[in-house]
């Protein structure tokens, strides 16, 4: 069983930088593909961007890929995300998922979720 806390979330101003943050705690971290998701309002939710369990491979959502970097350091068992010049679009709640070995972009591949932290950008 994994426990997942994000942390981060915040109101930025457009073009504006943040880093999101994932606490891993309950299991054995490097053991997880991690996750980043988000869901804005009235909207389904969506994948952002994963890394591998070593952090040697990563994926993005395409029309986020050279804004957002995923990373992952599993001495301290967390993973983030790293959001340049966001724009209103990307306000949303992000959720951090530890999933199985392989999972990528499908949502369903993941076990364990995290509650979410709200980042709201101000244009």
């Known amino acids: 069983q994994v426990q997942l806390v994000e942390s981060g979330g915040r109101l930025v101003q457009a073009g504006g930088s943040l880093q999101l943050s994932c606490l891993a705690s309950?299991?054995?971290?490097?053991?997880?593909?991690m996750g980043w998701f988000r869901q804005a309002p009235g909207k389904e939710r969506e994948f952002v961007a994963a890394i591998s369990r070593g952090g040697g491979f990563k994926y993005y959502a395409d029309s986020l890929r050279g804004r957002f970097t995923i990373s992952r350091d599993n001495a301290k068992t967390t993973v983030y995300l790293q959001m340049n010049n966001v724009n209103s679009e990307d306000t949303a709640i992000y959720y951090c998922?530890?999933?199985?070995?392989?999972?990528?972009?499908?949502?369903?591949?993941?076990?364990?979720w995290g509650q979410g932290t709200q980042v709201t950008v101000s244009s």
């Open positions: 309950g299991g054995a971290f490097s053991d997880y593909p």
């Open positions: 998922a530890a999933g199985k070995v392989g999972a990528t972009i499908n949502l369903r591949s993941y076990e364990y």
